[in-house]
Every structure is written in C-alpha cells, then in structure tokens.
C-alpha cells in the first residue's frame, strides 16, 4: 500500500481518513502545537488536544508527525518525508512549493486542494442550498458537515486514482481539487432538469420528488420517510398499510398521475394517522409489505444502530481515554474487515517515522531539544 503525506484541513481530512480505511499509511503532518481539527468542538471529554470529536473520526487511522514547518530543518525533513512516500494530499497554499516537492519525488502523486469559501458559503455558491428546505421559506443549510465529506470523498478518489495512474505508468500525477467544482457537481440534477424544461428545480422540504407518496411525516414518537412505488402494487400495499376508508374507497387513486393531483391531501390524511402511531412499529409493518419505509433516525440512534453495528462499521470497543465506545471503523474498513486504529496522540509517531528516514536517535534527541519535532 502507499504511504501519503496529509497536509490537508479539515476539508480535505475526510479524503485521506478514507485511504487511511483502504489500509494506506497516512502521515498527519501538523504543527509542534497541534492542527485544527484537534481544537474543533464537540468535545468527548476535558478540553486538550485529543478531544475532539473531529480530530477522533477524521484523523482515525493515521500517524501523526509533529513538526516545525517555519524552520529550516523542519522544511528538511518535510522534503525527506516527500522523498521516501508516494502521495502528498494538501490544502493550498503547499507547504513547500511544487517545485520543491517534485524536485524531492519526481514521480510524486500530489493532490493539491483549494478549499475555496467557508463551508456555509460554498454550499450556497454550489446551487445545493437554493433547493434545499421548505418550498414556501428560506433555504436551509443541510445539518451536519454532509458538505465537507463530500469534497473529501472526491479527494479520496482522486487520489486513489491518481496512484492507480502511476502503478500503470511509473510516472507521477499532479491532480487539483476544487471544493467548489466538487460540490457544484452535486447539484447536476437541477441543471439537468433545467436544461430539459427550462424550469428551476423548487425546494421540496420533507417531501420527495420522485413519486407521489414520499416525504417525512410525523409520529407519535418522531418521523417516518415513505416512499411508495408508483406502479399498481404499491398503491394496493400502501392501502393496506394506512386503513384510511378514502384510500380504500376512492379507486380513481390507484392512478398515479391522479396521486400527484392530490398529494399534498393524501399525504395529509397520512399524517394524520401516523401522529398516532409509534416510528418503529409503522416501518415495520410497510416493511412487510414490500413498501419502502424507514425511521428517520437521529444521531443519538444512530450511534448504537444495530445494522451498522451488525455491519461492522461501528464496533465497541475500550478507548484509552474515552472508555467504552461504538467507534466508526468507517464504510470501507469494515468492508475490508480491518479494525481502524484510534486518532494518534499529536506526535505519537514523528520518532518512528523519522527512523525510518534514516534519523538516529541522537538526531531526533537533538531535533527535539531544538523545538524542531514533537515526539
């Protein structure tokens, strides 16, 4: 597997926590003081410089070496590490220009990322966040980073290309990555669909947009997310599920065009008898049925997800400093069956990775004592 230089922020951290999952040896390159990711809320626990939630999920897997890049022999040991790894993904501005890097590799794969804006504004320059939210409100911001581990999913893929290129080739790939262009191209369907129609895609809220009957509603005990087929079968099931006389009754609705008319109705009466239902017991019995359905599961649920446990992407296991916990091994470790290491400690590994450079124990002592590395 490929050793890779990680010199990215946390816009890029999620691509290489994913070729940290493919089984690569990822270098986290930080300062002597700790990058910032390490000083990024939530915390898990008392503040320092391992409790970040983030620093624990993207930096999982890697080894971190801890350096003074200002310095001179921090920028030395920098080229030493380029020489001797096979990738450098980085967020620009590059620690030591490009020049430089091939000049220390020229079959060097480099990813170089532009970050671009900040997270809230480039989800609004990319189109998502005008067809995100409710069609009579403002647009709303989508929760979580969903936006982050986009780009870092095209880093990753970009990378891993780019390597394949050199295994095929012998030379070096020099890839550029917009976060931008990357999540311009999420919004795709809506310049599709305007192409097509001339027409601009609406906010659609918690409903789909596919068929007739999709969307979340409410519960007794939360939401449930529908999504009934359009062809005759669905409909026959999905009467059966909600034992509403109207549906029933009324057979002009097994036409699904007639369905659409009448959404915003149908999907009302739906409402109206789920509010009185429990999530799980609802998704159960459509499940049975054949219709899609789920529970819409918040983060408190999906931490001891039994299909993600069963599936080995959360495993239980002790922390070092957080106790027992259901750690995210990640979509590909657990489909390689490969237990993913913990976020290192900031310069856990710089003496071990500087010995296998070639620096002597003296050199670190003495790199150490200088302020150059943290080990």
């Known amino acids: 597997m490929a050793r890779v230089l990680d010199l990215t922020t946390i816009v890029g951290a999620y691509g290489t926590r994913v070729l940290a999952e493919l089984g690569h040896d990822v270098l986290r390159i930080e300062d002597r003081g700790g990058d910032a990711l390490r000083r990024s809320e939530p915390l898990l626990g008392t503040r320092n410089l391992e409790s970040s939630a983030f620093h624990q999920f993207l930096n999982a897997g890697k080894r971190s070496v801890a350096l003074d890049l200002a310095s001179d022999d921090g920028k030395r ?25 091939l000049a220390a590799k020229p079959d060097l794969v480099l990813v170089a990322i ?29 929760g979580g980073h969903v936006p982050l581990s ?9 990378a891993a290309a780019a390597l394949f290129a050199k295994d095929r080739t012998g030379e070096g790939q020099i890839v550029d990555v917009s976060a931008a262009q990357c999540l311009a191209a999420l919004a795709e369907q809506s310049w599709v669909e305007y192409s097509a129609s ?14 007739a009957l999709a969307g979340a509603l409410p519960c007794a005990d939360g939401h449930w997310m529908i999504s009934v087929p359009p062809d005759p079968r669905g409909w026959a099931n999905f009467v059966e599920l909600v034992p509403d006389p109207a549906f029933r ?18 999907l009302q009466r739906v409402a109206a ?31 001891d997800d039994p299909q993600l446990l069963a599936r080995d992407f959360l495993r239980p296991v002790e922390h070092p400093d957080f106790g027992k916990i259901n750690f995210p091994a990640g979509a590909l470790a657990s489909l390689r069956h490969q237990p993913m290491s913990f976020a ?28 150059v590395v943290a080990a």
């Not at 609004?124 to 409710?134: E, F, K, P, R």
């Not at 001339?198 to 068929?211: D, I, N, Q």
């Open 77 to 101: 040991i920098l080229r030493a590490l380029v020489a001797q790894a096979d990738a450098v993904v980085a967020s620009l501005p590059l620690p030591l220009s490009e020049d430089d890097l």
């Open 114 to 142: 532009d970050d671009g804006a900040p997270e809230l504004c480039a989800y609004a320059s990319s189109g998502l966040l005008a067809i995100t939210g409710d069609p009579e409100s403002k647009p709303v911001m989508m």
């Open 150 to 158: 986009a780009v870092g999913v095209h880093v990753a893929l970009a």
């Open 198 to 211: 001339g027409e601009t895609m609406e906010r659609l809220g918690a409903k789909g947009g596919v068929t």
């Open 249 to 266: 009754d009324d057979h002009a609705l097994a036409d699904e065009a007639l369905r659409r008319e009448r959404k915003e109705e149908i």
């Open 273 to 303: 008898w789920s509010t009185k239902q429990k999530k799980n017991e609802i998704v159960e019995d459509a499940q049975r049925r054949h219709i899609p359905a789920t529970v819409v599961t918040n983060p408190l649920e999906l931490v």
């Open 344 to 371: 290192p400690r900031l310069g856990e590994h710089t003496a071990a990775v500087l010995r296998e450079i070639g620096y002597s124990d003296a050199d670190i002592a003495r790199l150490k004592e200088q302020g």
